[in-house]
């Protein structure tokens, strides 16, 4: 009988029209009287809980309590019998307790889960007794309702374990299973003697595709992502999403340290072909954090928060790679309630600090401006890069309350600077998506621009391409109001978003900052220099300026300068600097291209 009512497929028959069915049966045709008995008490009382079993003659032959469980046959049947009791003495024992239930009579093309929705709306009384299969109104068989019971708690069972152990969206490994592998990998590893490489990877800028494209996108981008990601470990291996944009790679029973970073690699490698999802085509990075068990740390929870730490080591280095944990990296603990509450009180304690870093003409080597950069001077972690914090700000508003500090303090600054008698330059100031969207936006910037006197053509707003691709209407015109204000606008971050270039032609743009993945290895990686050049191409051919970001070495920015690029910002010129030390490298780097232009003079 269990196993005919597992084979059951397809939709039931509606319930009322098959107890109609049934009701044409009741005939007082046979010797067993006492079913007729029955059938007339349960045809004419509706609150009788209990139902006859009538045989493939039409003949009734049975009873079935769906309370008790409790089965009642005439004597052809007694061998199937179940319940031991006779009719009577079931009747009197439990007439009193009938409930006012309709009994569930399935047709035999009735699937399991059918059934099963059926009894649990019914308040699972029916899964103490059983399940009368029907065809054509005609009884087939009796289901027990204890194996539908435990069918039922199985798969209940097993989805309750899918839903506790799995990401739903990618079907992973949840943060839960992974954690527990990774307890029972670190104590494997102690016996074995061997090592376990733990791996955290967070996508880069995957707020703003999720921003301006929707949810529905950023999932698909999930999924392929967790693809990947896959291809690149092994078989063996945990890929785990750890949720939202964060997944993570447990790697057991390694023998040497290179095995994380060369899956590192693979990863960062695989990342580079362009993801299409409903027609816009989408460039990824990811950022990766790798700690390893027992060396970096023995105990499980200080392990994963080294992984993260080393992760937000890879994105503070320029996102795109990964990073080992070491010692000396500043411990950062994601954990992000008390960052939250600590975050919004660190305007009002005054704990940001902007850092500058220069820009640098290659036309003529002098130094064209400044680009502002916050600092979180926090009170017990020390001073923390604002990949550390911004995505948290962008997460809960309160970057709008921080990118209005910062736009006063740098044009507080400038202005500093201009009274100190310093030479103009121009302040570049990161913009994000959010503020920029925020109404009173421009008037907000008028304010500043009076109180603090300084002259808005000094000043360029930085925005990522995802806040301009924002399908809103009012993006232009919202530009074309600053312009009238006199501030520059450019592009951060350009190349990494989209490919979609339409938007350059239509918006009054002064300058695209090329993102640093591609000037990062631009003297050993071939491909990297087709797209600078690409980018310097189209630029030119807009009449924007065209500026390297992340330029590090010397042969990377040769190259740069190779791809006509206009401008270079980097460590190679300096790092973000305190306004006393930017000062000071200013001083040194203008004497030192004074001795460069005296040298070129007398050569
Ligand atoms: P960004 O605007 O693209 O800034 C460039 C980032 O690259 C800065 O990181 C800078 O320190 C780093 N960088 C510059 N040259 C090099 C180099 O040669 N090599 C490497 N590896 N990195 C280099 P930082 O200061 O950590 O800022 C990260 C991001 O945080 C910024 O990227 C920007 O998106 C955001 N941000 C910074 N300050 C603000 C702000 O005031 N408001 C908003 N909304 N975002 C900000
Ligand atoms: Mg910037
Ligand atoms: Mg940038």
New binding site residues.
Partial sequence: MNTKFLHLTSRPTPESATVRQLSKFVQPINENTFCLVILNYFLTDPKLYALPVINIMNIPVGLIDRHLFVEYFSRLYVPEIYGKRTVMQFLTENLATFTDTTPIIVDESTCIDDAAKMIVSAGMQHMVTGIIITRDGEYLGLASGHDLLNEITLRKQSDLYFLAHFDHLTGLPNRMLFGDRLMQACRDSLRNETLVGLMFIDVDRFKQVNDSLGHGVGDILLCAIAARLKTCARESDTVARLGGDEFAILMENLTDYEFPKIVALRIVESMQDQVIISGHSLSITVSIGIAIYPTDDTDVTVLLTKADTAMYEAKSRGRNGFCNYSPNLLMYNSEKMSLETELKNAVKNNEFVLHYQPKISLNDGQVIGV?ALIRWQHPTRGLLSPIHFIPLAEENGVIVEIGNWVFREACNQHRRWTDAALPATNMAI?VSSLQFRKEGFVESLKVIFSDTGVNPNFIEI?LTESTLMHNEAGILEKLNQLKEIGLRLSI?DFGTGYSNLNYLKQFPIDSI?IDQSFIRDIDTTPVNESIVRAIVTLANSLSMTSIAEGTESDSELEVVKRCLCDVAQGYHYAKPLAPQDFIQWLGTFQSNSMKDTDQLLLT
């Fill in positions: 680009e990161n930085e951060d900052k």
